[in-house]
């Protein structure tokens, strides 16, 4: 019986690694999938986007499938959590790489390879605590410590905007412990289920709950500090509209998306954010 569990141990833990990705993708998947978002790549359109598709979305989710599941394996064989830190910094950089090779060097997950990275890397380190405010604190552990092989800028438009308006970004959403997925995203998704909404509209006003709140650097490097509070106050006209759900709050939506497009920005950000908890609310027991 001993020999037989012994035998058996890793091979549920090879599998539990590859159910991590493909609950990862799934939810790149869902959040792209969702239809009408603002401003984002949905199944009517691109958005306020020039080079990017749901074809081209999903087909990079899919692309991505070994980086995370690289990370989910480095979560459960990688004790160091310093060794861990830097293993997942270099699985994530080329993660990077192979999602610009599959897209022909469009940037459709960069955010999200680092949001939904660190928490399957987190989800993978204790398979008996997937419940998000666990796996999103040790996620943040992670975050908080400092990768010695990555460079020290990388001069993408997240950091060049996380200076000129003093905002985190994504490094720091990471740090603090998803606070816009574990206080936001995910009560919200579970209020409106709980109220009846159907699941399209409880993803829907998560997604404004986020995009409300949110420091989204996507909408500040596009539109700076004006467009991001324009966003964030649309964004909340809707939820106090009634919701996706409500014939109100469905108006306001439509006028929001325009106001979106005229203002040529999108809560990139916001999207990675409700990915991540649809991933952890995907996998919580
Ligand atoms: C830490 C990194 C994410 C690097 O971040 P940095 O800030 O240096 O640069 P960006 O890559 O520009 O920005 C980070 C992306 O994170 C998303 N985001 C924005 N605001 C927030 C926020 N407040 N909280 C959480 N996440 C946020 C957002 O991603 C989405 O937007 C992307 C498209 O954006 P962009 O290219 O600006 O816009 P386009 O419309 O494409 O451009 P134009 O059309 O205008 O030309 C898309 O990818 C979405 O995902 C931000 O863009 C990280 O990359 C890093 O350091 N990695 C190193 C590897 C590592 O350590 N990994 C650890 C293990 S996972
Ligand atoms: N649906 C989407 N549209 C545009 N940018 C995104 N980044 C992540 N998801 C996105």
Redesign the pocket.
Known sequence: MAAVLEQRQPLASAAFAGYLADAVVAALIDEVTLTPKPGLVDMRGRG?????SWDLMCHSAWALHPTFHA?AVAGQHIADPQQL?EQ??L???Q??AAMMAATGG?????????????LV?AAAQDRNAPTPAAVAARAAA??CRH?RL?PAM?G????L??QQYS????????RAGFP?VIWVALPWLEHCRTRGDDENDARLNALLAVIAN?????IL??GGQAALTAVQSGALRVLIAGGAASSHGRSALQQFEQELLALHV?P??????LAAALFLDRIKT
């Open positions: 306020a986007h020039r080079d990017l990370m830190r997942i910094g699985i994530g950089r993660g990077e469009i940037n459709t997950h960069r955010g999200a390879i680092w949001a939904l990275g660190l890397t992670l975050a990768d990555a990388t993408n438009k997240g950091e905007a996380c905002v985190g970004g994504a490094r720091a959403q990471a816009h949110l420091d989204d650097t996507c490097s596009r999108s990139g950000g916001a999207a990675d954010l």
